[in-house]
């Protein structure tokens, strides 16, 4: 596609379930990243993954999270049992360059009942 | 750490008028600075950067200044619409690939009455 995908668009789960949210980046683009929006908040660095290299990741707020990569293209950002604190938007982008023109996804809302 | 501080937070301007947001940055190595604009419900984009060998650049009604001595860069927009209310984000590039190079500041709420 001609932009950054991001699937599902809405997710409502209740608390203690496990969910799984995707990214498909701009086709070339080898860096890869994840943020969370609260709502009216900025942007909350989660997780970056550049090419083949040890992905940085320093922004995920607990071992509850998890993100992969696969074949250098599609992310995936896994959340195990689920809280209410962890209903936000969940943001992902991609960029050819490192640091540099980003381009975001539509974001996953992302409600813990 | 290192991090970006943007000021305002909130700003309302009456449509017409100009609206300027300021940034300061604290890596001095950092050398590249975008803005990045997100209307109510929709993603972030890119809507203006610049590179520390200018001090300016311009895009119609909106333009970014850069004060390397002073590490501070600010957004200029000249002749406000209700379109231009959004959130903007400034960033700026950091050595040490932590976060990916990239720092956002906390952005600013734009409002344009008309």
């Known amino acids: 596609g001609a932009g950054v995908s991001q699937s599902p668009s809405n997710k409502v789960t209740e608390k203690g379930k496990d969910v799984e949210l995707r990214c498909d980046p701009i086709?070339?683009?080898?860096?890869l990243y994840w943020y969370r929006q609260s709502l009216g908040q900025g942007l909350e660095f989660l997780i970056y993954?550049?090419?083949?290299?040890?992905?940085?990741k320093s922004g995920l707020p607990s071992d509850r999270f998890s993100a992969e990569r696969t074949g250098g293209s599609v992310s995936t950002l896994t959340i195990q049992r689920t809280q209410q604190e962890d209903s936000a938007v969940y943001l992902c982008?991609?960029?050819?360059?490192?640091?540099?023109?980003?381009?975001f996804g539509s974001g996953t809302q992302l409600s813990v009942l | 750490g290192e991090n970006v501080e943007q000021h305002p937070s909130t700003l309302s301007v009456q449509e017409g008028d100009s609206a300027v947001i300021k940034c300061t940055y604290s890596?001095?190595?950092?050398?590249?600075f975008p803005w990045y604009k997100q209307e109510l419900g929709k993603r972030p984009q890119l809507i203006i950067d610049?590179?520390?060998?200018?001090g300016e650049k311009k895009d119609q009604r909106i333009a970014v200044t850069l004060n390397k001595t002073a590490k501070h860069f600010s957004l200029h927009i000249t002749e406000t619409q209700p379109e231009d209310s959004a959130v903007y984000f400034c960033?700026?590039?950091?050595?040490?690939?932590?976060?990916?190079?990239?720092?956002f500041g906390k952005g600013t709420k734009l409002s344009v009455k008309p």
């Open positions: 982008a991609s960029s050819f360059r490192r640091g540099e023109k980003l381009f």
């Open positions: 890596d001095s190595a950092s050398n590249y």
């Open positions: 960033a700026a590039s950091i050595r040490g690939g932590s976060q990916g190079n990239l720092i």
């Open positions: 993954f550049q090419g083949n290299s040890a992905p940085d």
């Open positions: 610049i590179r520390s060998n200018v």
């Open positions: 086709s070339g683009h080898t860096a």
